[in-house]
């Protein structure tokens, strides 16, 4: 279960208390593309965040239109879910496991005399997580026998959770 997202605009409330695994994907689509720092960008960001989340029901300048403090609540929601819940979620599924480079005595000497390869620079959080997202669909199509367009209708979370409980009693059947 997840915190209902609401907006009121124009006097018309709008809520969502589920998130698809197309609305996920849409969310970590346009995270990925985010990487300014200035307000202007972070909130033009998040105001299409909102937008893609209520399907696209509200307009750019509607959302412009919600109160600061309505609209401020449901985007910090809207990561807390995303970030904290749904990924979360996902990572108790695929179990990473975070490497750590060992610091060697000889490191200043091979980086000196060019032994040593350029570092290489880390991968876009976002992009990782959209692949796994997509693996996640592959395994459901082929477990729930769902067609893909099916699969990114599916409530995220139900979805994770589900996975889980067949990778947890995988042997339980043979």
């Not at 108790?92 to 040593?116: L, P």
């Not at 996640?136 to 026998?145: F, G, N």
Request: with cysteine; net charge negative.
């Amino acid at each position: 279960m997840i915190p209902e997202i609401e907006v009121t605009c124009r006097g018309k409330r709008y809520f969502i208390n589920s998130i698809t695994v197309e609305q996920y994907k849409k969310y970590i689509s346009l995270m990925e593309k985010n990487s300014t720092e200035k307000i202007s960008g972070v909130m033009f960001f998040n105001t299409k965040i909102v937008q893609e989340l209520f399907g696209n029901e509200l307009t750019l300048a509607e959302i412009g239109e919600i109160d600061v403090i309505d609209f401020l609540t449901a985007i910090k929601t809207v990561h807390f879910i995303m970030q904290n819940i749904i990924a979360e979620k996902m990572l108790n599924i695929v179990e990473v496991e975070q490497i750590e480079k060992e610091a060697s005595a000889f490191d200043e000497y091979d980086r000196e005399n060019g032994y040593e390869e350029e570092e290489q620079p880390e991968e876009n959080q976002w992009k990782v997580c959209g692949e796994i997202v997509d693996r996640v669909v592959k395994i459901a199509i082929r477990l729930l026998k769902n067609s893909y367009s099916q699969c990114m209708k599916e409530n995220i979370v139900t979805l994770l959770e589900y996975l889980r409980f067949e990778l947890d009693t995988i042997n339980e059947n043979q």
